[in-house]
């Protein structure tokens, strides 16, 4: 049995390996090939973007930064968290992939105790649901339907 060092450096090889042609390799897949749960993977993962490692989590799985194709973009958006699976959703259903999520607030170093007082709700209650993401498009028509279903949804801010 690999120790949890030995289990991230061989997750670090099989997706620069696996990932080269831009596809993404699931943590179903991953966990398999590494004979552990898929919530370990996960975990790992988490543990690899801290120490700097450039993953991006896809709806079809894990893909090194830099190697997907596409067009970057950062939008900023504002809803409450009811809307929020509607809002990557809608991202999704018009091709593009979520990257990143991000919130700026002057008390984001006490996020850890509001999620715990808030019941792990999204990070975006501090700012009154405001929060940026880096989408990832295939092309520039599929950003143009993702800022107009964003804008029909009254939460894409401009």
């Known amino acids: 049995m690999k120790t949890g060092a ?9 997706l620069e390996e696996e990932t080269k042609s ?7 897949a991953l966990a398999a090939r590494l004979n552990v749960s898929r919530q370990i993977i996960v975990g790992d993962i988490a543990l690899l973007r801290t120490g700097g490692f450039s993953v991006d989590a896809t709806p079809r799985g894990y893909v090194l930064r830099g190697t997907e194709r596409g067009i970057r973009h950062t939008i ?5 968290a009811e809307q929020m699976l509607s ?8 091709g593009c992939t979520v990257c990143d999520v991000s919130v700026e607030h002057p008390i984001y170093g006490l996020f850890a105790k509001k ?10 209650v501090l ?4 929060h940026a993401h880096t989408i990832l498009c295939p092309t520039e028509t599929a ?5 107009e279903a964003l804008i029909a949804m009254g939460i894409l801010k401009k």
Do not use: M, N, W
């Open 76 to 80: 900023v958006c504002c809803h409450d």
């Open 6 to 14: 030995e289990r991230r450096a061989a997750l670090k090889q099989i």
């Open 87 to 94: 809002e990557l959703y809608t991202i999704a259903d018009c």
């Open 22 to 28: 831009g596809e993404p390799v699931s943590a179903s």
């Open 143 to 147: 950003f143009a339907r993702v800022t």
């Open 127 to 130: 700012t009154e649901g405001t």
């Open 115 to 124: 999620v715990r007082e808030a019941d792990a709700l999204p990070l975006s």
